[in-house]
């Protein structure tokens, strides 16, 4: 409301109260109109800087940083009513604005059908407009050249084809794996637009089994994968 109101830097999220990390930055997403689930996917995300401490009269948290000094340094200069966040409707494109390119889906009916590929790494394009394949491997490729294709300061998406032995069975089985790669260190807004178009990619590769998402090379460990296909 004080946002609405124009209030200025001692009425924006002034309030003497304990917050969690989203509560707090769900005001200041939802005001620059974020795509959905941009709130819930920067707190996850341990990008933001804001901590479950109180607000000091400033709109400040008493933890290691502040929400409003977390945005300047992290996004740009204020533009929003009362020195609030810059508006960022126009820099960050909605979840239906992305694209997905063909080729895509092609590469992906061409690992899932005809066996011709281990993997598949997608990047969007520098606009952030459009999904595009980056690379697609040799069907003898292995899962730690597919890591190596993981950078450790950029997102990307990829699919992979599991091989596990069936804990039931005993016999060989294979599954096509979806990949969210996000590094902590990664630009926050590539971040937002990664997660809010995912599944615009994600539903046009019919055939995966499961989805892992991770920050780090220990969030997606061969064996961290196999545990998570062998419960799907």
Known sequence: ?????????????????????????????MH???????????????ECAVSAGGLDGDGQTSGRDGCRRWWLANIGSAGGPGGGPPDL????????????SDDCVTAFNDLKLKHTMKYIIYKMNDKMTEINVLKKSEKEATY?????????????????DVEF???????????IV???????????REKMVYASSKDELKKRLVGVATEVQGSDKGDVELTVVVERVNRV
């Open 1 to 29: 409301r004080a946002a609405r109101r124009g209030r200025g830097r001692s009425g924006y999220l002034a309030q003497s109260v304990r917050l969690t990390r989203v509560a707090l930055c769900r005001p200041w997403l």
């Open 144 to 160: 730690d050249e597919f890591l190596a294709q993981l950078p450790e300061s950029e997102c990307r998406y990829g699919v992979f």
């Open 32 to 46: 620059v109109q974020l795509p959905a689930g941009a709130a819930e996917q920067l707190c996850a995300s341990r």
């Open 89 to 100: 409707r126009v820099r960050v494109p909605q979840a239906s604005g992305v694209g997905v």
């Open 178 to 188: 979806f990949y969210h790669w996000a590094p902590d260190v990664c630009k926050v």
């Open 165 to 175: 032995t069936d804990p039931k069975t005993g016999g060989q089985r294979n599954k």
